[in-house]
C-alpha cells in the first residue's frame, strides 16, 4: 500500500477488557498520529455505517459529540466528510471501505482548517470488531515506526539456505550413481529405468524464460482465474515432489518391504501408503490454505519438497547454460520489479501485484515461502503479515548450485565448487535483507542471489584453470545412452 500505515487499538468494556488492533490507512501530512499507545487518547466508536456522511442531516443530533466515528465510504470526498463530522463535534473519523484499502490523498490547503484525524479502514475489520469485542469499543490511533529487522527473515534465510544445499548435495548424489551405473554394464538398465532427469539446453532455457514472461502477464490480467489454475498445479506437483523426497528416505529404511503384485507390476506397500499421506497433505492444504494460522507451515513443506525434487531433477548441463538461465531470469525480475511500473496505469510493478493478488483478490499464489512477522507493526495488520521469499529464488540459485556439485563429483574436486556456491548463495541473501531492511520495499532477490553465485563459480574455475571444462561441462552427458 503506496501510503501512511497506522494500528486502530479497539477495547470492549468487558472485564478484563479484550483488545484488538486493526489496520487503518491515513495522510500523515494531514495529521500525525502518535507513535505509540502511551500517547493515545481513546474515544467511544460510534458505527454510522449505515451512512456515507455527505450530510450533516443523515445523522443524529448529538450523536457525533467527542466520539470516534465509522462511515462508509462513496458519494462525496474524504474532505467533505471531515468537515461535516468536525463541525457535528466527532474527535475521529473512521471512513470503511469495502474494496482494497488506497492512500488518502486531497490537496493540503484544503485540510487546514481540519484538525481531526481521518483514516480508512476495512469495512470487514469493522465487522469482525462488533463480533469480537461488542458494541460498546472505545478506540485510539497510533502509528508505530516500523522495526529494522524482523527475525521471521532468519527463518526464511535458513529455509532457503538449507534447501539450496540439499538440493544440490541430493543432486551430486544421484550422479555418483548414474557415474557407476555406466561403470557397472550390470546396473546400466536398471539406472535407465530410474532416471527421471531432464536436461536443459540453451535453446530450452531462452524458451523457459519467455514462458515464465507470458505466464506472468498473463496472471496480470486474468489472475481471478489462473490463479486457481495454478493452486491445482501445485497440489499435483507438490504432492509428487514430497513423495519423491520422502521415498527417497524411505528406501533407506531395511524394513517394512512387503510387496503387493497388480497388473504384472509388484510395489511396495510403504510406498502406497506414502503416496495416500502426500496426496492427503496436499488436499488438505487445499481446502485449508487461507487459514493463516497454521497453513503456512504445510505451505512451506510442499514448497520446500517442490525445490528439491525441481533442483535434484532438472539438470543443467554447463556452466553456459546456467549464465544463461540465471542472467535472463534476473533481467526479468528487475523489469517487472523496477520497469513496469513506468507501464502499468496504477503505477504498481507486475511482479508485486500479482504476487499479491492484484485489484484485492483475496486468493494468493502458492509459490512463495511463507514465515509469520514476528514483529508487530502496521504492514502486519495491513498487508503483510508474512516474511516472504518466492520459489524461483530458492531454484534458480538452486539449479546453478546442484550442477557445481555434479561438477564436483564428476572431476572429484572434493566439493571446493559445491561448498563455494552455497556460501555465495548465503552471502546474497543475507544482502538481500540488508537491502530490503534500509530501503523497506520489496527487493527482487535475484538481482543480488545471481552477482555472488556467478561470480563465485567463476573466481573457483578461474583459480582452479578449469574454466574451460567447467563451461562446456564434462565429457560425462546426463542424457547418455548405450
Not at 554394464?185 to 532416471?195: C, D, H, I, N
Not at 497388473?263 to 510406498?271: H, M, S
Not at 533442483?311 to 523489469?335: E, H, Q, W
Request: aromatic share 10%; glycine share 6%; proline share 5%.
Amino acid at each position: 500500500v503506496a501510503a501512511d500505515e497506522g494500528i486502530l487499538h479497539a477495547s470492549g468494556n468487558g472485564m478484563p477488557p479484550v483488545t484488538k488492533d486493526y489496520c487503518i490507512i491515513y495522510n500523515s501530512k494531514w495529521t500525525a498520529l502518535p507513535k505509540s499507545l502511551d500517547n493515545a487518547t481513546f474515544r467511544p466508536l460510534e458505527n454510522l455505517t449505515s451512512t456515507v456522511l455527505c450530510s450533516s442531516s443523515e445523522v443524529p443530533p448529538g450523536s457525533m459529540k467527542d466520539k470516534a466515528v465509522v462511515v462508509m465510504r462513496g458519494n462525496c470526498t474524504f474532505l467533505e466528510k471531515a468537515r461535516i463530522a468536525q463541525n457535528l463535534g466527532a474527535k475521529m473519523l473512521l471512513i470503511a471501505s469495502k474494496s482494497r484499502l488506497s492512500s488518502i490523498s486531497d490537496n493540503k490547503t484544503d485540510f487546514e482548517d481540519v484538525t481531526l484525524p481521518v483514516a480508512l479502514i476495512r469495512y470487514n475489520d469493522i465487522v469482525d470488531m462488533q463480533q469480537a469485542l461488542g458494541n460498546e469499543v472505545n478506540v485510539t490511533l497510533y502509528s508505530p515506526p516500523l522495526p529494522q529487522f524482523d527475525y521471521s527473515m532468519v527463518v526464511i534465510f535458513l529455509i532457503a539456505v538449507l534447501t539450496v544445499a540439499l538440493g544440490g548435495f541430493w543432486s551430486g548424489v544421484a550422479e555418483l550413481e548414474n557415474l557407476k551405473a555406466i561403470a557397472s554394464p550390470g546396473e546400466r538398465e536398471t539406472r535407465r529405468k530410474k532416471e527421471e532427469n531432464v536436461t536443459f539446453t540453451p535453446v530450452t532455457v531462452i524458451l523457459f524464460v519467455v514462458i515464465c514472461c507470458v505466464m506472468l502477464v498473463l496472471l496480470y490480467f486474468f489472475y481471478k482465474w489462473l490463479v486457481y489454475v495454478i493452486i491445482s498445479v501445485f497440489c499435483l506437483a507438490s504432492a509428487m515432489s514430497l513423495y519423491n523426497c520422502l521415498a527417497a528416505l524411505v528406501g533407506e529404511i531395511p524394513f517394512g518391504q512387503c510387496r503387493i503384485t497388480c497388473c504384472n507390476k509388484t510395489i511396495e506397500v510403504r510406498l502406497i501408503f506414502l503416496a495416500v499421506f502426500c496426496a492427503a497433505a496436499a488436499v488438505v492444504w487445499a481446502v485449508f490454505r487461507n487459514e493463516d494460522r497454521w497453513a503456512w507451515i504445510l505451505q512451506d513443506i510442499l514448497g520446500v519438497a517442490f525445490c528439491l525434487n525441481f533442483i535434484k531433477t532438472l539438470k543443467m548441463p554447463n556452466f553456459k547454460s546456467c549464465v544463461i538461465l540465471l542472467g535472463l531470469l534476473l533481467l526479468y525480475d528487475v523489469f517487472f520489479v523496477f520497469i513496469t511500473p513506468f507501464i502499468t496505469k496504477n503505477g504498481a510493478s507486475i511482479m508485486v501485484e500479482v504476487a499479491a493478488g492484484p485489484f484485492g483478490n483475496s486468493e494468493k499464489l502458492p509459490v512463495v515461502i511463507r514465515v509469520p512477522r514476528l514483529e508487530h507493526s502496521a504492514s502486519t495488520l495491513c498487508d503483510l503479515p508474512f516474511s516472504l521469499l518466492g520459489f524461483g529464488d530458492i531454484i534458480v540459485p538452486g539449479l546453478l548450485v546442484a550442477y557445481c556439485r555434479r561438477f564436483d563429483v564428476q572431476t572429484s574436486s572434493s566439493s571446493i565448487y559445491y561448498i563455494s556456491c552455497t556460501i555465495a548463495y548465503a552471502i546474497g541473501m543475507v544482502l538481500t535483507f540488508v537491502v530490503l531492511a534500509l530501503m523497506k520495499m520489496g527487493q527482487p532477490a535475484l538481482l543480488y542471489l545471481v552477482p555472488c553465485t556467478l561470480i563465485t563459480s567463476s573466481l573457483v574455475a578461474w583459480r582452479r584453470k578449469e574454466m574451460k571444462k567447467f563451461w562446456k561441462g564434462s565429457s560425462y552427458q546426463v542424457g547418455w545412452r548405450p
